[in-house]
Nanobody, 120 residues
Framework: QLQLVESGGGLVQSGGSLRLSCAAS????????IGWFRQAPGKEREGISC????????NYADSVKGRFTISRDNAKNMVYLQMSSLKVEDTAVYYC?????????????WGSGTLVTVSS
């Protein structure tokens, strides 16, 4: 079964940090660019970061630039999202997604999400 599984979410105070992990089973993550998305209550899902297959190309949404860092370890079949200086408005369900390219909007695989709650 091909799937992505996120972990590392939880409750954190404003200004704190969390590291999310995205693990793949049934396929190799290095065959895909990996994006992180989030969906806050009552809002549409938004893309916040993406990393290319090799890790050479990375992009961030303005809302997280300078605070979040995406990375990957292809040997471990893992992608990470280090989140620092968290704000209440970062509260959302966070998803990782496997895509052919960071430039495409088509997602081949979605994870089921992990909830991040930032308290004031």
């Amino acid at each position: 079964q091909l799937q992505l599984v996120e972990s590392g979410g939880g409750l954190v105070q404003s200004g704190g940090s969390l590291r999310l992990s995205c693990a793949a089973s049934g396929f190799r993550l290095n065959s895909y660019s990996i994006g992180w998305f989030r969906q806050a209550p009552g809002k549409e899902r938004e893309g916040i970061s993406c990393i290319s297959r090799s890790g050479a190309s990375i992009n961030y949404a303005d809302s997280v630039k300078g605070r979040f860092t995406i990375s990957r370890d292809n040997a471990k079949n893992m992608v990470y999202l280090q989140m620092s200086s968290l704000k209440v408005e970062d509260t959302a369900v966070y998803y990782c997604a496997a895509k052919y390219s960071c430039a495409t909007i088509i997602v081949d695989y979605w994870g089921s999400g992990t909830l991040v709650t930032v308290s004031s």
